[in-house]
């Protein structure tokens, strides 16, 4: 290999990874004075979030809900639709343009707030340089006061089951099928399952979920999984619960899963598209962790302390390369009080009200403790709730099915936590977060004036019900 070329400037920062919590570091940083530079791999910035994650699956999820709103949905209101199609082409278009007006936006960021790009393989080579390998070959050494580890994360793969990206695929590849499967097997009942389920399932994939517990979501509160279960039935998901996929085998066009179930009995199923969404794992590879002395987990995680900051002085981690949900908001918030930390001294986290939310039709949404948790750590708690059905607004829109649940501490009246499936409940978990942030009660939310008619009463009235409240139950 050639000697590194020497980049003439020294930075303040260097950020690896230009994701939710790569960029957004970035540019507080900026903002604050500091000389920055991002190192990012691939052409676009943005990460898994803005690429290949968040903001291409809400496109999808969106465009066909609408598609499916069109055909079951409308004929409630009175509105009369004559045949109904997609252009699938078109609706992969729109997501792709989507991505690139906002990949675009967050490289006109860094240009107005000073933040010098790097494009290239980012690696550690000394607790204030950073190599980054280009695509031509040629090695930039930057130097760097501080660093920032902001690589994200990866899809997990599962023995016996290999992603071949075509038949066998990831979340990524699960963005982009040219057609629509006619048999989708998800292994995993996680957030990216049931979302890229849902988007497929609408434009008319059969769509079989496999899952190693007993319920989707786990670790949700298990009565807003059941219910939300109960509804995705309803939609045509097919779940098979505990069950342990064994191998997968491309076959042709087709692909044999194999798994057994909790008797141990062995099954097989036969698709044309499998997803494999277990989860993801912390991406370090190839950053030089190991040779500065950067300590990991057990789990392939970075090691922090409270101000995210490894156990090399001056080298710091956020987002889905540390312990804690793999989250883009969690990652931005981490950058941003990772920054504040180091240039002001002050700069937190509030990880109680870190919300959480599966954008399928209806959502679900949770902040804080589930009930089983509660449960688990010994807290007195009372819960209360409330259903979308007895709620004006949710009648309006033809969408009644739902609930809001709060656990709230049996003493204090604090928040512990909210749990909500049902229409939009992405935006109304909102409020809540705010609430614990500010370490509000139940009676805090239930004092407060809600607009009539919104589906933000259904909060209101379930933060009544836990005092036995409730006004129109």
């Not at 690589?151 to 040219?178: C, N, Q, R």
């Not at 049931?194 to 517990?213: N, Q």
């Not at 920054?339 to 679900?364: D, F, K, L």
Request: with cysteine.
């Amino acid at each position: 290999m050639s000697e590194p070329v020497q980049h003439n400037e020294e930075f303040d920062l260097v950020v690896i990874g230009s994701g939710p919590g790569g960029y957004v570091a970035a540019l507080r940083a900026a903002q604050l004075g500091w000389k920055v530079a991002c190192v990012e791999k691939y052409p676009s910035l943005g990460g898994t979030c803005l690429n290949v994650g968040c903001i291409p699956s809400k496109a999808l999820l969106e465009s066909s809900e609408r598609y499916e709103e069109t055909i079951h949905g409308l004929a409630a209101h009175g509105i009369r639709v004559g045949e109904v199609g997609f252009d699938l082409e078109l609706m992969l278009k729109r997501k792709a343009d989507i991505v690139k007006k906002l990949t675009v936006g967050i490289a006109q960021l860094f240009k107005k707030n000073k933040v010098t790009r790097f494009q290239g393989m980012g690696t550690i080579v000394g607790a204030n340089q950073v190599a980054v390998t280009q695509a031509d070959g040629v090695r930039l050494e930057l130097r760097a006061k501080k660093i920032l580890i902001t690589t994200g994360s990866k899809p997990i793969e599962i023995p016996g089951v290999k992603v071949d990206k075509t038949h066998i695929v990831t979340s990524t590849e699960a963005l982009s099928f040219s057609e629509v499967p006619k048999h989708l097997i998800v292994i995993g009942a996680g957030v990216i399952g049931l979302e890229l389920g849902s988007v497929w399932r609408r434009l008319g994939a059969k769509v079989t979920v496999i899952e190693a517990t007993d319920t989707i979501l786990p670790g949700m509160d298990r009565e807003i999984a059941k219910l939300a279960q109960k509804m995705f039935v309803k939609q045509g998901f097919v779940f098979r619960f505990q069950c342990r996929v064994q191998g997968a085998v491309a076959m042709g066009n087709e692909v044999e899963v194999t798994f057994t179930d909790g008797d141990g009995t062995q099954h097989t199923l036969v698709a044309d598209k499998v997803l494999v969404a277990v989860g993801r794992r912390a991406f370090t590879e190839g950053l030089g962790c190991e040779q500065v002395g950067v300590e990991k987990d057990s789990k392939g995680r970075i090691v922090v302390n409270s101000h995210y900051e490894t156990t090399v002085p001056g080298i710091f981690a956020v987002g889905d390369v540390i312990a804690g949900p793999m989250l883009a908001h969690k990652a931005s918030e981490e950058g941003v009080a990772c920054v504040e930390q180091m240039i002001t001294g002050y700069g937190h986290v509030c990880n109680e009200a870190i919300p959480n939310i599966v954008y399928t039709s209806p959502e679900v949404a949770s902040v804080g403790i589930s009930e089983e948790a509660a449960k688990e750590q010994g807290v007195p708690y009372r819960v209360g709730s409330f259903p979308f059905i007895a709620n004006g607004r949710a009648k309006a829109l033809n969408q009644t099915d739902g609930m809001v649940k709060f656990v709230a501490h049996a003493e204090t009246d604090r928040i512990l936590g909210c749990h909500i499936v049902g229409a939009r409940a992405g935006d109304l978990i909102a409020e809540v977060a705010l609430a614990v942030e500010f370490g509000g009660s139940v009676e805090d939310i239930a004092r407060s004036i809600h607009a009539h008619p919104t589906l933000a009463e259904v909060v209101k009235e379930a933060a009544l019900a836990t005092d036995g409240r409730a006004l129109h139950m």
